[in-house]
């Protein structure tokens, strides 16, 4: 079974404070993206990666970074915190986007982040 | 305009009998779609996809049926079970892109 682990299940920052989120994937895929899911608004894109060290924003890029060094990591960087980024963050993989491949996002169980 | 709409927010069942979950989106790009279930602090579960060469899919007491004219797909479970209780987000591939664009939920509760 494929396996997408995000480092933490539960954060709690302080405003400023940089936060680092990591997720990690077991099935060699090539393109991985981090949500943030609110109550009402669905889940929302931040970023997304389609290969190591290339990465394009998603629909609400503004107060995040991403890095991914390796194939099987993609961590998402809060850069100085802030309560409107208080989330539950998930991170997702899929080897080929659409119907190729069945085209299915594997999602870790999610990081609850709470800025004070 | 890239968007999926579901306008329900929440729907309660009765168990054994249908749970029909609607999803319309803007897009006529959009031609491969998902639905995924949450439970509370999981991350989304895939359910069931559609291409959109297809009308229908089955997998179980999974349907899921896309009417391209109207834009709009439903997935359908029967018969409903408590377990089944859980958020429904439908999300759509955006062709030629990486992109999956995701609905806003709804909340499912099938009443034992």
């Known amino acids: 079974d494929v396996k997408v682990t995000q480092s933490s299940r539960y954060l709690v920052k302080r405003t400023g404070e940089k936060v680092f989120l990591e997720c990690v994937q077991d099935m060699d895929h090539e393109n991985m993206f981090w949500y943030r899911q609110d109550p009402g608004l669905g889940l929302r894109l931040i970023y997304f990666?389609?290969?190591?060290?290339?990465?394009e924003k998603g629909d609400i890029p503004e107060g995040y970074s991403v890095s991914r060094e390796k194939k099987e990591r993609f961590s998402l960087i809060l850069e100085s915190a802030s309560t409107n980024q208080t989330s539950m963050y998930l991170c997702?993989?899929?080897?080929?986007?659409?119907?190729?491949?069945?085209?299915?996002?594997?999602f870790g169980e999610g990081s609850r982040l709470t800025v004070l | 305009d890239q968007q999926v709409k579901q306008n329900s927010p929440s729907l309660s069942v009765q168990e054994g009998r249908i749970s029909i979950l609607n999803c319309d989106y803007t897009n006529s790009m959009f031609d491969y779609f998902l639905w995924y279930k949450k439970y509370p602090a999981e991350g989304p579960t895939f359910l069931i996809s559609?291409?959109?060469?297809?009308d229908k899919n089955e997998d179980g007491r999974f349907t899921v049926f896309l009417n391209k004219s109207a834009k709009h797909l439903s997935l359908h479970i029967v018969p409903s079970q408590p377990g089944d209780s859980a958020v429904y987000f439908c999300?759509?591939?955006?062709?030629?892109?990486?992109?999956?664009?995701f609905g806003t939920g709804t909340r499912l509760k099938v009443l034992a």
């Open positions: 997702a993989s899929t080897q080929t986007a659409g119907p190729a491949n069945t085209g299915e996002l594997f």
């Open positions: 559609i291409s959109s060469i297809k």
């Open positions: 990666s389609y290969d190591v060290k290339m990465k």
């Open positions: 999300a759509s591939w955006v062709s030629g892109t990486y992109k999956y664009i």
